[in-house]
């Protein structure tokens, strides 16, 4: 089913469009060709497709601004334009958004049989139009995030062989495994390439068995077909809608992900699943911090961020006091005008949550309530035993937050304070510095990426308590730069033993914190340099840019 798209008689309208558009913009083409300004010349275009919200989606705009600094590409940034970038991207000159209508809010009144087609055959002629129309002819490279895989890989595809660009896609997650999560269907089984052998070999479906079957086996095995067929026409039952549209999904994203002239992943299992289900073939591509924006800040930028977001709408979570210069982590000592660490001082963790089903928050609400339980009960002064407040920071937006928020209202604890402070993009990463300890909630819908988010607070320094998934242990070593939790008590159990002491008698804090000061993950920079500059330089024709370099450019008017 896959195949059909590909087969020649499909083809031949679009060779027929390419033909045409050729035709038609061969002029407004030759004329482009010979109009460089001294600014762009040399400069090729690359489309990064983001089907989703631009501002939130970092390693996107990390390649866009890697793309623009390292490989000298003009950037078109095609997406939902719902929230702003780091300024390092909003405010380059050579990235540019192609902002896309997103489908109409009404279609989702409608049955998921009829708003599924149309949400598709609106996005598929709306990314079509942006990807055709609205970025040039000389562009080089069109690289796509996945998920969404579709009509995102149709699209890209099909205006890669119009346009005859190198087609990349990046691939996060998958887009099958999503849906399977959103709609709750379990025991899901799917045709893959390569299947694991009983002996650990990989068995490649279809091969040819070259030694001749006995007259009982042949005759055992037909028995047993006769018996599966028996068995399962008692209890075959008819395949649901969404069970077909899943299996729809991981074809049709299995097959255009071949189509791919190259590939990028997360993980080093999600490469190893992509060339088993698919034949696929990525290079592993960790997330990794951009040196300009997560770094570790020194006390006194820390100090400023406190005093700000204190006098703002934020004075209940880090108490500034302006007139003596101190907030409750920090104080600025008035005859030096050093800035000090309080002892007295909140414990400070953040999280970071899209408030969706896929992250469940209720695991850190019922450690913090037993945290609280603990805390009440223990009352201790002493340095060594004390356990303190934890101030908790909540990050990010989604449709679950009003209820969580709800029941936190509700829990009243003394010793946990939970907040939900709306930061700028730019006081995001400063703010991960500022804490002294990082919870990461997610688990994966495929279980072969990785949270970016730990990501960031490894780059600015703090250690990472976050949940056990199958290949977290790529990113976050147990008992090393972070711990590993599974139940809401193995989380309160983090919490209490790195809580304990705090600040000054927290030896197991500080060992964490240390680990991941000297063992830095390198930069994003340095990674891309090293693993996606050479996938995503352009393919050039030397014959082509020897004519272009000869080219006078016009002065600009």
């Given at each position: ?232 026409g008692e209890k075959k039952e008819r395949k649901s809608f969404k069970r077909r549209y899943i299996e729809w999904v991981y074809r049709w994203e299995g097959a ?201 607070m490894f780059g600015a320094g703090i250690p990472v308590l976050a949940k056990r998934f199958n290949c977290i242990g790529e990113l976050v070593q147990d008992g ?78």
């Open positions: 089913m896959s195949s059909v798209f590909f087969q020649p008689k499909f083809l031949f309208p679009f060779l027929f469009l390419k033909f045409i558009l050729l035709k038609t913009n061969s002029q407004k083409k030759k004329s482009a060709q010979l109009n460089f300004t001294s600014i762009s010349l040399g400069r090729h275009t690359a489309a990064v497709v983001v089907l989703g919200d631009i501002g939130r989606s970092p390693r996107m705009c990390y390649h866009a601004y890697s793309l623009a600094t390292q490989l000298d590409y003009n950037v078109k940034l095609v997406g939902y334009v719902d929230s702003t970038p780091h300024p390092m991207v909003h405010n380059n000159p050579y990235i540019k958004y192609i902002p896309l209508a997103p489908p109409p809010d009404h279609l989702a009144k409608l049955p998921e049989m009829i708003q599924l087609p149309l949400k598709f055959i609106w996005t598929f002629f709306v990314l079509l139009w942006a990807l055709m129309f609205k970025i040039g002819w000389d562009v080089k490279l069109i690289l796509m995030q996945n998920p969404p895989a579709l009509p995102t890989m149709i699209v890209c595809w099909i205006v890669a062989r119009l346009k005859s660009s190198k087609f990349v896609i990046d691939w996060h997650n998958y887009m099958w495994s999503v849906i399977k999560d959103k709609s709750g269907v379990e025991h899901l089984t799917l045709p893959r390439l390569v299947e694991e052998g009983s002996e650990g070999k990989d068995l490649i479906k279809d091969s040819v068995v070259k030694r001749k079957n006995t007259r009982e086996e042949r005759d055992a095995a037909a028995m047993a077909t006769r018996r599966k067929r028996h068995t399962s255009l992900g071949r189509r791919a002239d190259a590939g990028l992943c997360v993980t080093r299992a999600m490469r190893e699943d992509l060339q088993r289900a698919w034949g696929v073939h990525a290079a592993v591509f960790y997330d990794r911090p951009p040196s300009c924006k997560f770094r570790e800040f020194n006390l006194n930028d820390k100090h400023e961020l406190l005093l700000r977001l204190g006098l703002g709408t934020h004075g209940e979570i880090f108490g500034a006091n302006p007139s003596e210069d101190t907030t409750r982590f920090t104080i600025r000592d008035p005859s030096t005008r050093q800035v000090q660490l309080r002892e007295d001082r909140p414990f400070l963790v953040i999280s970071s949550t899209s408030w969706t089903p896929d992250e469940d928050f209720q695991i850190l609400l019922d450690a913090a309530k037993k945290y609280n339980d603990v805390a009440s009960i223990n009352r201790s002064t002493s340095p060594a035993t004390r356990l303190p407040i934890i101030v908790l920071v909540i990050t990010g937006r989604g449709p679950l937050k009003e209820y969580y928020m709800e029941k936190i209202q509700r829990m009243k604890m003394e010793y946990v304070e939970v907040h939900t402070p709306w930061l700028e993009s730019q006081d995001y990463p400063l703010m991960i510095a500022t804490a002294d300890l990082g919870v990461s909630l997610h688990t994966s819908t495929s279980g072969l990426d990785l949270p970016m988010k730990v990501v960031d090393q730069n972070g711990q590993l939790f599974d139940t809401p008590n193995d989380l309160f159990q983090c919490l209490y033993s790195l809580a304990t002491g705090f600040p000054t008698h927290c030896k197991k804090l500080h060992q964490l914190k240390q680990f991941v000061l000297d063992d830095r993950l390198p930069s994003w920079e340095e990674n891309w340099a090293t693993v996606a500059k050479p996938i995503l330089a352009p393919n050039l024709d030397p014959h082509f840019e020897r004519i272009m370099a000869t080219e006078p450019a016009e002065p600009e008017e």
